[in-house]
């Protein structure tokens, strides 16, 4: 409700400045912001500044590391102002000293020479490869130029002294490699790593520390900046990540200047503090930096220097009040482990879903028009071409006949009636009506055997070319119905990403406080899906020792959510003693038992008959049975290609009907030969105990509901025999305590001296006196195989299922019932 109101207070507000007299106020705000953004980016304020200070920071009274490093940054960016971000590094190191200015120039020169050389020589390796090693040898040789031009002399500690700078400088050249790119990306939802973090830390470290001994107004402006830095860090990223900036900076600041080097202390514990204190707001974060000026600012300067300490802390604390909060949580943003992270996490992943869920919708629709385009043409629009088979036959016999005149002329609808009725008669009509005609025929045409053999020639050719154009038709219906399968699919998919995560929060509080309260420790709950039905709740805890999850989760989740929830999934932590994972769903409302009796033609090990018994998911149930044509291993082919392409179609997500006319299309078209399979499938829906059937060429099913039995049946030919088939589903509520009974043609046909088959099947499946769906099959198969004389004529096979409601395991308790108990003892 908060969420709601605030985005309509949000509308209303956004309406409020387009329409209202803040409108002028707003936009000048952001056209100020936009002044700022310019300034900083587009002329490159930040760099030229960056390096002027780079330029000025010296570390250990003599050592400058940052000099090289940010020349070998900027050159190996290829900015377009290279050259000036070049020179305000020799300013700044001007400002020093002459001596520091020459040895950053000495340094751009070598640096400058070494680079032209290793990229003429090393085509294969990229630039930032050999860098640091360049960044190493050219410092190294600054340094002893620097010392031998100066000094005249050189010493074994002038050549330590070089090697450690040079190794310091290309360290801080890794460390500039990843830290400086960042303040010239354009990307507005960048999510950095921590070690990123770090390196930019160390890059503002380091520009602070160019800083050291600038006063204004007895105000030190390297410390007032560090501590507003450690300000920012604090309140954006917590405790941690202030505490960390605080040491990273107190530690540069501290080699820069040794009389500076409590200052690591102070902003150490500044960070932490104000970390701490960030839920407090600003006022909070203000409160922990003073705290530390007023405990650790005494061992700087004692006393007598903690007025100055204090007055550099409160200018900072005021720098850090007039910063807006927009700007720190666009910060924290990209902090790792903050919440503002964590949404820029959710905004990624959420965008990226949504690519992706387009990317889908796309394909489902290019495959919906795909199928549509791959449809034939409506049946009667395929027909032969009266014209064009006159034209052909008459083009053969009577082109050069001297009674073309007399024919074609005189009496042409008598000769085109008649060579029409010769071509339809001699395929439809009867032997006598065929002879007839011909007689006819023979009384008018002066060429009549040669005309009749060229008319049967171009009905066989005719009757060939329909055939292979129905073939052509009906290949491009397989592949229209199998494209809207796709689609079909992928359209589910793409709307089961749609679905986002729900807010539980306070459903995840109140099942961890109902847990504890019972004395069970879990670590953390997920909740994904509170639906009916649906739900799927993800729980951390310790190792689970004694069935806790079974016993005591699942049963309290039941009370909880007013339904049944069992355990569908636990895993183990790979590390001894570690916490494991469980996975919480809906439990099905209705369980199913099943039983199978099978006998093959005349006692023998290979039966055309094959049955197939699956789940869809976890919510949906399938029992098929697929006789093939005949007997023996062909039919037993046929009947398990038929089962496993209803197993990869279903689970696959495609319709069952639409499964039934793609399965169909295949067997037809594989073969010339008539081979053909029945099918008849049953598909129980665990939830609410709805089944549908469909029956290919198949028996009717049974269904034995307490003393009444009720007759399944549709007319349905078996795949493969046509086409185009059309699938005839019937819909059946069943109930608990249902049994359901499903069998081949041997069974049904086998009692040969029974008239009426329906009548004694139902009969004898009322007299069965057990309910267990295994005796079930195995009564009506020696049942039948004695009505049969004791012998097997046909393949056989019975599938008998029962349907129950779904009892769990352990009963569902409600945890407020033991607190009462526990309260009255």
Not at 685 to 702: E, M, R, T, W, Y
Request: net charge neutral; charged share 20%; aromatic share 8%.
């Amino acid at each position: 409700m908060i969420q709601k109101n605030g985005s309509v207070a949000a509308g209303v507000l956004d309406s409020y400045l387009q329409k209202g007299p803040l409108k002028e106020r707003a936009k000048t705000n952001r056209s100020f912001q936009t002044f700022l953004l310019g300034m900083l980016f587009r002329t490159d304020l930040f760099f030229m500044t960056a390096g002027f200070l780079l330029g000025r920071a010296v570390i250990i009274t003599s050592l400058t590391p940052f000099v090289l490093p940010f020349f070998a940054t900027v050159f190996w960016m290829k900015r377009k102002r290279r050259w000036a971000d070049s020179m305000a590094v020799l300013a700044g190191g001007l400002t020093l000293s002459v001596g520091q200015a020459f040895y950053a120039l000495l340094g751009l020169i070598v640096f400058l020479a070494g680079r032209r050389i290793l990229k003429a020589f090393s085509h294969s390796l990229r630039e930032e490869h050999w860098l640091p090693a360049l960044v190493f040898i050219a410092g190294f040789l600054v340094r002893l130029l620097y010392q031998a031009a100066f000094s005249l002399n050189l010493v074994w500690t002038d050549v330590l002294t070089g090697g450690a700078e040079a190794s310091l400088s290309a360290l801080v050249t890794l460390i500039f490699m990843q830290s400086v790119p960042l303040m010239s990306t354009r990307v507005s939802h960048k999510l950095f790593r921590n070690e990123e973090i770090i390196c930019f830390v160390i890059l503002i470290s380091s520009v602070i520390a160019g800083t050291i001994g600038w006063h204004i107004y007895n105000l030190s402006v390297d410390h007032v900046l560090a501590r507003y830095a450690v300000l920012l860090f604090a309140y954006a990223g917590g405790a941690a990540i202030g505490s960390t900036v605080g040491v990273v900076i107190g530690l540069i600041l501290g080699m820069a200047s040794v009389s500076s080097l409590y200052q690591m202390s102070l902003l150490a514990f500044s960070g932490v503090l104000g970390g701490l204190l960030k839920e407090a707001g600003k006022i909070g974060v203000s409160s922990g930096l003073l705290i530390s000026t007023l405990l650790i600012g005494v061992y700087g300067g004692g006393y007598a220097g903690l007025g100055s300490e204090t007055l550099d802390s409160i200018v900072a604390i005021i720098l850090f009040l007039l910063t807006p909060k927009s700007m720190i949580k666009q910060m924290a943003s990209f902090i790792p482990g903050t919440r503002e992270y964590q949404a820029e996490q959710q905004q990624y992943v959420r965008k990226l879903r949504d690519v992706t869920v387009s990317r889908v919708e796309q394909f489902a629709g290019l495959f919906q028009t795909l199928a549509k385009s791959f449809y034939p043409a409506a049946e009667n629009e395929i027909h032969d071409d009266d014209r064009e088979f006159l034209s052909k036959v008459t083009a053969r016999t009577c082109q050069n006949c001297f009674k073309k005149k007399f024919c074609w002329v005189n009496n042409f609808e008598r000769t085109q009636q008649m060579m029409l009725q010769l071509r339809d008669i001699s395929h439809h009509g009867g032997r006598s009506d065929c002879a007839r005609l011909e007689h006819k025929w023979r009384g008018l045409c002066s060429k009549a055997d040669h005309t009749l053999e060229a008319i049967q020639r171009e009905r066989r050719l005719a009757e060939l070319n329909e055939k292979m154009r129905r073939n052509v038709i009906e290949s491009r219906r397989l592949v229209a119905d199998q494209l809207k399968g796709v689609s079909q699919v992928m359209g589910d998919f793409a709307g089961e990403m749609k679905r986002e995560r729900g807010l539980h929060e306070w459903q995840e509080e109140m099942i961890l406080a109902r847990l504890n309260g019972i004395g069970v420790h879990v670590e953390s709950i997920e909740i994904y899906n509170l639906e009916s039905g649906a739900i799927d709740i993800e729980a951390i805890l310790p190792v689970d020792h004694y069935g806790a999850c079974e016993k005591v989760i699942a049963p309290l989740l039941s009370d909880i959510l007013g339904e049944s929830i069992v355990v569908e999934k636990k895993q183990a932590s790979d590390l001894p003693g570690g916490p494991s994972r469980v996975v919480f769903i809906s439990a099905r409302a209705y369980d199913l038992e099943t039983g199978v009796a099978t006998a093959a033609r005349g006692g023998g090990s290979i039966s055309g008959d094959n049955y197939s018994l699956f789940e869809i998911g976890s919510k949906k149930y399938v029992m098929a049975i697929s006789d093939g044509m005949g007997h023996g291993a062909r039919a037993d082919q046929e009947s398990k290609d038929t089962l496993q392409l209803l197993n990869k179609v279903l689970r696959s997500g495609i319709h069952e009907t639409l499964a039934i006319k793609s399965i169909n299309s295949i067997m037809s078209l594989r073969s010339t030969e008539e081979i053909y399979a029945t099918l008849d499938m049953a598909l129980i829906d665990l939830q609410n105990a709805k089944s549908k059937f469909l029956k290919i060429g198949s028996n009717p099913s049974f269904i034995k509901r307490g003393g009444h039995v009720i007759m399944l049946d549709a007319a349905n030919l078996p795949i493969g025999m046509i086409r185009h088939v059309e699938v005839d589903a019937k819909t059946q509520q069943l109930k608990s305590g249902d049994l359901l009974i499903m069998m081949s043609d041997g069974i049904f046909d086998a009692p040969v001296h029974i008239e009426n088959k329906e009548a004694w099947v139902k009969r004898k499946i009322k007299e069965l006196q057990t309910n267990d769906p295994q005796e079930i099959a195995d009564l009506l198969l020696e049942e039948v195989i004695r009505a049969g004389d004791g012998g097997i004529q046909d393949d056989m096979t019975v599938i008998a299922a029962r349907i129950n409601h779904h009892i769990p395991e352990w009963s569902a308790f409600s945890s407020e019932q033991n607190d009462r108990r526990a309260s009255r003892a």
